[in-house]
């Protein structure tokens, strides 16, 4: 290896599972450290390299300043030498907020806002002609050189369409020394107690001066002056803008310092980036707040069937009568317009319903024959459709607004149409387009149109925008650098797969240009398509080669091959792993006697099924999807087979299945609320009895979560040492042997087992409880025991060890045996979820699903379950997903590893490309007749690796 400096060198390395290792690390190379999941790569990469960076860099601030920052722990490492500032990109670090967009996440719409703040042109929304604006000195030009030889009179417009009787504001314009308005085009004298019609819309101005201007007028005479004063005057009162009324023809003209329509008269304020941001106030549409979509309360689903009565539960959200305020009003509401609670929802006046859904006040007589007196009743009721829609806007609980969101459907928002900006934010255009335009353009729509945008814009924009085309046009390319094209800049980020989110921080990171920086990657291949593979690669060689380090925790075959060099951690995973056992360049590793070489050297590889299964002979068909791109699409999914859909990122492969196919069957079986996309009709339900979908979201991640608590087989465990002769004597149930309740934890650390020292200014130190000694529980919960062990050791065994422990015990076994089934028989039952891998938490999220009784007629739905997993872990994966279908279910994978898409027994392949140019079926079939279809990209990486020339 090079000499000293040229290297990252870390001694004595001991974080989570690491064995003490030391390892040298090139700089300026592009690094993968690989291995099998769980065996420590990421507790090398971030637990260590990372974490002391950032620790480095907190450390260079003030003793004032790091106690609001709170301290970083030192990770358990003897010394790390030629570390540089460090960048680490993850999976999870997108906002879930729904203000977060694409655009905003790289930074590109913020220069679009400083783009129209500067060089746009605004055009009125009433007449659509271009907007004016003035400085004073041209008005007062203007008016010398248009109106010479004329009488005119200066006027300030205060009121503009809006009803009153104005009463206060004549007398406020009279204290201030003004004798005469115009009110709708009439000029009236201003008298005491004047007023107008109230119920009527007027337009006000107040005269601030009547002048006739000379025929060859004098710029600095009298007149000059005297209109000078007058227009600042007027400009003043009439909130920068006036108007010049020509008394003899009558005809106004309007003049402001902001821009304004010389027809109407409307201005808009000038022009800043705020005002294109929707997420300030100043931009927002006030409708939807900036969000582009709102909640309506949608009446079909308060009123479901109109064939039934009010008494028998017509109005949904109320149910059948009860003997409660909002009846007694609808009996009223009865009273009055002459029906009865018993009669069809159909049959009630159009009044009346209209009443009903969305209220009113309203007094009435009734006169009673039998007594001779009149009676007065009094209506006031807020209507269903409005109580719904003030309880969703209000609410202070998610049930309540859950509740509420029953009845309504989510709409784009009608007055901006879903662009989320105010009505004058639009009129602001660059070359005809405004800016909701350009982000709702994908991004190699977006870079076309501004690859010729310099043709469109004047000198003065030319000069104005020069600079932030060329940063707009740069942070797209890198867009397009890493496999994003199909992305539009409006695109909401918590609808980002993980893999998709850590490429756009990629991009933005490559469009910094920061240079000597040690970059630290978590699998940025995940959701990528094969094709896209390369362009990934190329975006990290161009970050090496401007001169950082680029270090990539990954399993991806081509990304391990493009590497400078390899570190390979194991041998196994969890406490058997942690050691390095081979590391080298990657032609190098190759000839090393280790798991990871053995699958890229070919002498070990993951089986193609001899046979392909060809199932039950049912199927789900869905017919003329179209949600999002998706083009009228047809499936026809056969049951009882593995099916793989796959397809280039954007395609719409998880519009299909994750946001149409999922919710449809989600709702038939298990009155699932989430609407799906468009789709015209499924058949084939009834061929099965449920739907389990396993998504990528992480699993809990507090210190207090592990797999046993996750997987639900501590609560089964818990009631069987409650059930132990000792516990039923004393009384014990369940809740004593859980660590989160008080009663059997330890009080002094609250059923943590560690204790928090604060040092002020350092870290806060972590010690073993002194009284449980970090057993969690107290001491006469450790006294009961089953088979002579206390619950503090039940935790503490791996589930290997647990599996044969409790293997008489059915319901415990199951639920073990899973989580052993998908290679994670290592972990200890009690292990931290915050400790866990990527990959762990995945496949522990599995097992959990997977230990749910199958009934032979199951519908498995898996989004990308090889993320975070090594070629091994796949191969044992697929074992587990094999013998769920050889049991009779249907398993779908969504997924673009070829080792899972080369052993299904059905491809359904979405392309050709991303985005708009998706959302078509492009291939069918077992994976040897997909490989014949040469305009697939999903078929001819296949057709590679099956090794089979299509």
């Not at 107690?193 to 005269?207: A, C, L, N």
């Not at 007028?217 to 909130?239: C, F, H, N, V, W």
Request: neutral net charge.
């Amino acid at each position: 290896m090079a000499k000293n400096e040229d290297v990252i060198e870390v001694l004595g390395a001991r974080v989570h599972n690491l064995k003490n290792i030391d390892v040298t690390i090139p700089r300026e190379k592009l690094v993968v450290i690989t291995g099998l999941s769980g065996s420590g790569k990421s507790s090398l990469a971030f637990d260590t390299i990372y974490a002391e960076g950032q620790r480095r860099y907190i450390e260079t601030f003030s003793a004032y300043a790091r106690q609001f920052l709170g301290s970083l722990e030192r990770p358990d490492v003897d010394k790390i030498d030629g570390l540089s500032p460090v960048i680490a990109i993850e999976q999870k670090t997108t906002s879930k907020s729904p203000r977060s967009t694409v655009g905003t996440i790289t930074e590109i719409y913020d220069f679009l806002r400083l783009l129209y703040a500067r060089a746009s042109d605004a055009y009125s929304y009433n007449t659509g002609k271009k907007m004016v604006s003035y400085s004073d000195d041209q008005i007062k030009e203007l008016i010398l050189t248009e109106f010479a030889g004329k009488k005119i009179s200066i006027l300030a417009p205060i009121v503009r369409s809006r009803k009153g009787h104005y009463r206060e504001l004549f007398e406020q314009i009279g204290k201030q020394g003004f004798v005469k308005v115009r009110v709708d085009g009439k000029v009236l004298d201003i008298v005491k107690g004047m007023k107008i019609d109230r119920y009527k819309t007027h337009d006000i101005e107040t005269v601030i001066d009547r002048l006739k201007i000379p025929e060859t007028p004098a710029k600095d005479g009298d007149d000059g002056k005297r209109l000078s004063e007058s227009i600042t005057t007027a400009m003043y009162q009439g909130d920068d803008v006036l108007m010049v009324l020509d008394n003899e023809s009558n005809e106004a003209r309007f003049f402001s310092r902001s821009l304004m329509c010389p027809e109407s008269g409307i201005s808009y304020p000038n022009p800043e980036p705020n005002n294109f941001s929707f997420n300030s106030p100043k931009g927002m549409c006030p409708n939807c707040k900036g969000l582009g979509e709102l909640h309506e309360v949608n009446l079909s689903k308060v009123v479901p069937d109109d064939s039934v009565s009010i008494k028998n539960g017509a109005l949904a959200p109320h149910g059948p009568q009860k003997n409660n305020w909002i009846f007694k009003q609808l009996e009223l509401i009865a009273q009055r317009y002459k029906f009865k609670l018993t009669d069809a929802f159909a049959e009630i006046p159009k009044e009346a319903q209209q009443l009903i859904f969305h209220g009113g006040n309203d007094k009435f007589d009734v006169e009673s024959k039998t007594l001779g007196i009149t009676r007065n009743y009094k209506i006031e009721f807020e209507g269903v459709a409005t109580f719904l829609q003030n309880t969703y806007d209000a609410a202070e609980t998610t049930s309540l607004k859950r509740w509420a969101k029953e009845y309504m459907d989510k709409i784009k928002c009608p007055e901006c149409g879903g662009s989320r900006l105010r009505k004058e934010s639009l009129y602001f255009k660059v070359n005809g387009k405004n800016i909701a335009e350009l982000a709702h353009m994908d991004v190699v729509e977006l870079a076309s149109w501004f690859e010729n945008i310099e043709k469109d814009l004047g000198e003065t924009q030319l000069k104005i925008a020069g600079e932030i085309v060329k940063e707009v046009r740069t942070r797209l390319q890198f867009l397009v650098d890493v496999g994003l094209t199909y992305l539009a800049l409006d695109r909401s980020s918590k609808s980002l797969s993980g893999g998709e989110a850590q490429r756009i921080r990629l991009a933005t990171q490559i469009g910094s240009q920061l240079v000597g920086v040690l970059y630290i990657l978590d699998e940025p291949s995940i959701g990528l398509h094969q094709r896209d593979n390369q362009k990934l690669i190329n975006s990290l060689i161009s970050l090496r080669d401007i001169g950082n380090s680029v270090i990539v925790v990954e399993h991806d075959k081509d990304m391990i091959e493009s590497a400078d060099y390899v570190i390979d951690i194991g041998p196994a995973a969890g406490k058997f792993g942690g050691e390095i056992v081979s590391e080298g360049t990657p032609s190098e590793i190759l000839h090393h006697n280790t798991l990871t070489a053995a699958y890229l050297n070919g002498s070990k590889q993951i089986e193609i099924p001899e046979k392909r299964r060809e199932g039950n002979g049912n199927f789900l068909e869905l017919t003329g999807a179209t949600g999002n791109n998706l083009k009228n699409v047809s499936i026809k999914i056969p049951l009882g087979v593995m099916v793989g859909v796959t397809g280039v990122s954007g395609s719409g492969k998880s519009t299909l299945i994750n946001e149409t196919l999922y919710p449809i069957l989600n709702a038939y079986y298990f009155n699932g609320v989430k609407k799906p996309m468009p789709y015209k009709k499924i058949k084939g339900l009834d061929h099965i009895d449920k739907v389990i979908d396993i998504n990528q979201s992480p699993i809990g991640r507090t210190p207090r979560s592990n797999p046993a608590t996750y997987t639900g087989v501590f609560s089964e465990i818990r009631s069987l040492f409650a059930k132990v002769p000792e516990a039923l004597i004393r009384g014990y149930k369940p809740g004593r042997f859980s660590f989160n309740v008080k009663g059997g934890r330890c009080e002094t650390c609250r059923g943590g087992g560690l204790r928090v020292i604060e040092m002020n200014f350092l870290p806060d130190v972590y010690v073993e409880c002194e009284t449980c000694q970090g057993k969690r529980f107290n001491r006469e919960t450790l006294e009961i025991r089953y088979k002579g062990k206390s619950i503090y050791d039940v935790l503490e065994m791996t589930i290997n060890d647990a599996c044969d422990f409790f293997e008489q015990i059915p319901k415990i076994f199951r639920k073990l045996k899973t989580i052993r089934d998908v290679g994670l028989g290592y972990i200890t039952l009690g292990q931290q979820s915050t400790t866990l891998s990527g990959g762990e938490a995945q496949r522990i999220k599995l097992a959990t699903e997977l230990s749910k009784r199958d009934t032979g007629n199951t519908f498995y739905i898996l989004d990308e379950p090889t993320t975070g997993l090594h070629f091994e872990d796949i191969r044992v994966l697929m074992i587990v997903l094999q013998k769920l279908v050889n049991k009779g279910n249907t398993v779908l994978i969504i997924e673009h590893n070829l080792d899972v898409i080369k052993t299904v027994d059905y491809i359904i392949d979405i392309g050709p490309e991303g985005g708009k140019n998706g959302g078509t079926v492009m291939a069918k079939g077992t994976p040897e007749e997909v490989i014949k279809v040469k305009k697939s990209y999903t078929a001819q990486f296949l057709a590679k690796e099956m090794a089979i020339i299509a």
